[in-house]
């Protein structure tokens, strides 16, 4: 029937008077109206995406639904997507939903470099987390997003990441004891994910809070809670129904991460609430340097934005400062986990590489008193930076990440993004694309030779993002990953534990049942050790 007619139709209904019957067609005359206008704005939406190649449909309601997984399969069918499309392709998911996914270095430039006032956090993959981490610099926008980074940039100046240099080989030195300590007892096969995610919670804890949880070696509820959150996340973006909140928060699961959340967020604020009535009695830490110079305080993370001001002398509130806070808990423990267990599994997986690091590591190290790694150090081992660069590209711990802009976006070929529509950035895609990188699945450090690197587009390798956007604390999670791979190869030998792995894509890059690797302690290095060369690789 068409349109005009259902109108008469229904009008007539209105007219002759209310019978069940009456009311039935009418409630179905309604829906068919309904139905029929949603089919007709998804057909103008997806028609407006026409200028990109479409990959095969399950069929036109559910669209590509239900076919990318986040197993080992579902990476090697995006591995498929870059050999077919190269640079991008669109992507429905259901009748509401049409995406744009783009995985080649001059697609996603424009799209990180657009200003933060036309970009937008989009909720179908980020709204889920907001009950948990508020506005914080993950999920807000706008002005509200650019005066919370200016704030916050000081927490992540280098004379702030000096101190925490010194809380990274602290925890290092903590979970190497208790490798030790496990090697002894004959557990010599460890999870590399479980183990390195206690100790990185371990650190930002310190560096957030100054709080020392002893996480590594026993578990508190906020820890357990920050876990529950980060599993009752994932399980709530799988299962469509609780995305709509009315069914979620009546569920068990709703109802856990709740719970979970008043934990999160009760240790959060009894911490700023605490911290602020200190400054206000004592001041400012430059201030208690001076009146107790034999006694001075460290600067943490909430300190700096207690002590932050914008242009007109306001700071952030305790709302502000514990959304950011807790951003900062959830952003920095599992990618960092993520970053330095494939880079210990991939150096596992090359002997050749694991020798090289080490060699350069003893040569850096040789002569003193203390096994410390300085700040000074984080220049001075090149070819180990190289390693972990290799291994973020090959697994990178954050595979995607998705914008929507408030204006029509061009991307090369004179395609054009309309505004609200979702970018799906590929990260995995970007750093796996066959026309970007050659032979894209081998692991090759050389790759990030700065011999080899001249002429590379700056956003061919993006673990951080890029542009106004990108990760404030990349600079952070390059000194944790450094100090902490240092010293686990000048300490253990690691060679592999499990015949196969299995790449398992949930938010963060991790293995089907864990990452398990063999651990062989090492003696102190002699006192003399040969200068480092790294194996050549054509």
């Not at 209105?14 to 067609?25: A, I, K, M, R």
């Not at 004891?177 to 650190?203: C, H, I």
């Not at 959060?268 to 305080?297: H, M």
Request: charged share 20%; aromatic share 10%; with cysteine.
């Amino acid at each position: 029937m068409p349109a005009g007619g259902m109108f008469v139709h229904l009008f007539s209904l209105l007219g002759s008077g209310f019978s069940l019957w009456g009311v039935v067609q009418l409630t179905g005359l309604a829906l068919v109206l309904f139905l029929s206008v949603k089919i007709m704005a998804v057909s103008r939406r997806r028609n407006r995406l026409s200028c990109f190649a479409i990959p095969p449909t399950r069929n036109w309601f559910l669209g590509h639904m239900g076919i990318m997984k986040s197993t080992e399969e579902g990476l090697k069918a995006v591995d498929e997507l870059l050999r077919t499309y190269r640079h991008s392709c669109a992507w429905f998911l259901g009748p509401f939903y049409n995406l744009v996914r783009v995985f080649h270095p001059d697609y996603i430039k424009p799209l990180l470099l657009a200003s933060a006032s036309i970009t937008i956090k989009d909720e179908l993959f980020y709204g889920l987390m907001r009950p948990w981490l508020g506005q914080g610099l993950l999920l807000s926008n706008g002005e509200q997003w650019s005066r919370h980074r200016r704030l916050l940039t000081p927490a992540f100046h280098f004379d702030i990441l000096k101190i925490y240099i010194v809380i990274f080989n602290q925890s290092s030195n903590i979970l190497h004891a208790k490798w030790r300590r496990l090697v002894t007892e004959g557990q010599n096969s460890l999870d590399m994910f479980e183990q390195l995610s206690l100790m990185t919670l371990d650190s930002l804890l310190k560096c957030t809070f100054s709080y020392d949880s002893q996480c590594q070696e026993k578990s508190s509820e906020y820890i357990s809670a920050i876990y529950e959150l980060g599993v009752l996340v994932q399980k709530r973006q799988r299962y469509l129904p609780h995305h709509w909140d009315c069914l979620y928060w009546r569920s068990p699961e709703g109802k856990r991460f709740r719970r979970a959340c008043d934990v999160v967020h009760g240790f959060t604020a009894s911490i700023v609430q605490q911290r602020r009535a200190e400054l206000d009695q004592q001041g400012a830490p430059e201030i208690q340097a001076k009146e107790n110079p034999g006694r001075k305080k460290v600067t943490d993370f909430i300190d700096v934005l207690l002590l932050s001001k914008d242009e007109d002398g306001n700071g952030l509130t305790d709302e502000e400062i514990k959304a950011q806070a807790d951003t900062f808990m959830f952003e920095g423990h599992d990618t960092a986990a993520s970053g330095i267990s494939w880079v210990l599994y991939n150096l596992a997986s090359h002997p050749e590489y694991q020798e090289c690091c080490r060699d350069e590591i003893n040569t850096l190290l040789q002569g003193r008193e203390e096994d410390q790694i300085m700040w000074e150090d984080l220049t001075s081992m090149p070819f180990t930076t190289m390693c972990i660069k290799e291994s973020l590209r090959l697994h990178p711990p954050v595979a995607a990440i998705s914008r929507a802009y408030s204006v029509d976006k061009t991307v090369p070929g004179e395609r054009t993004i309309p505004k609200g529509s979702i970018c799906l950035v590929s990260i995995y895609g970007t750093h796996h694309n066959p026309a970007v990188w050659p032979d894209p699945d081998v692991y090759n450090p050389m790759r990030f030779d700065p011999e080899n690197s001249k002429g590379r587009s700056p956003y061919a390798f993006v673990p951080f993002s890029a542009g106004p956007r990108n990760c404030i604390g990349q600079n952070f999670a390059m000194a944790e990953m450094r100090v902490a791979v240092a010293l686990t190869l000048r300490r253990f030998r690691l060679t592999l534990g499990a015949p196969e792995v299995r790449r398992l894509y949930t938010l963060i890059m991790k293995a089907e049942g864990g990452l398990r690797l063999q651990l062989e302690p090492l003696d102190p290095p002699p006192q003399s050790s040969p200068s480092p060369t790294p194996p050549h690789t054509p």
